[in-house]
């Protein structure tokens, strides 16, 4: 392709690089309209291409460039000073400065995003009062707000297992609560995150009174289980004539249709061992949107050691998949018998011991399911400070 023009030199990378460009003539058409948005980014506002033809299988562009328009100023118009400063938008940022229509489009986006959430999903922004003289343009910014929206119900289709209070509060979109875009953009990712429930089919939203009305179709997801196991055996050499082993699992999501779980894992299979863990998670705590989150763990070694680690925890969901945890954990040692050290010399591998931390834990996840992801990204970033003190043993 050659591109031609009488009114500016072509050697502007970005020209000379559609002036290089080969291909068909639909790929060459796309070359083009990317020349023109470009050319009106950086402010020849009227540039244009005056003809296309072939010769010799060379496509040939007359382009029109026209002149490069220079701000004399940007007045904010009637634009709301909370929202001014909340986008960055600066009047001498558009004082004899040249005219991109890049950074207005931005500068625009960036109003309607803010207004879309905080309450005015119906505004609309445009340039006023536009002046024109030579090369030199100015105007001014006029915003109109559109009514104030409050979210004021939340719909359930398909699905009576859960609380609608509990959703209204998980996604953020309690009754009366100003309306917000990304809230609803984000409802998606967060019902992906719920184990017990999958969305049908996508969100969508009624207005009316300057109030919305969100509407989910979901479906129940069977993911309760109770699984458990007892042996009982011969007990040689102890007093008790039998040993009973066994497992349980027991996993509880959704508890009371409010979105709370409880796990419980035991263990025993040898002599003298067992394992207990146990898990609680009770979401927006004192109807906050903090999520409560405790969990237990036991472990006895025969009659080497036992060990008990209690954790609490308060969460935050920001968005869909990003979750920071404040914790605290205690953990515990204890010695079993310690007729098995007597007459050593040195110290037993295990001992008393306490262990108090504080700390943070980051989680992301990002999974095209749930309960069986195929693909996605899970990661977790886990920090603590604390101390540990060793206790003499009273035996």
Known sequence: MEIHSDEAPLE?????????????????ELVLVKLINRLHAEGYLLASIDSTRSDN??????????KRFEWVNLDQGNLPENILNKVGYAEKNYNQKFVKSDKLKKLFHSIIEYSENHGHPFASIRLDSIKLSGASLSGSIHYEAGPLIRFESLKIIGSNSVKKSFLEKYLGVQPGFIYEEKKLKSIPGKLNSLIFITLKNQV??????DESSIYLEIEDRPVNKVDGIIGILPNEGSDKKVLVTGQFDLSLNNLFNSGKRLNIDWQ??????QFLNMDYLHPNLLNTNLNFNTSLNLLKEDTSFFNITAKFGLSYLFGSGFEVQLFSKIKSGRLGSTKQFSGQNALPPFSDFDINSFGVRVDYRKLDHPVSPRKGLTYFIDFSVGSKKIKPNTD
């Open 57 to 66: 299988n060379i496509m040939k562009v007359k382009l029109s460039i026209g």
């Open 204 to 209: 969508y939203q009624t207005f009316q009174n």
């Open 12 to 28: 502007l990378n970005w020209i000379e690089k559609a002036n290089n460009a080969s291909g068909d003539s639909a790929s060459l």
């Open 268 to 273: 025993k299979v040898r002599k003298e061992s």
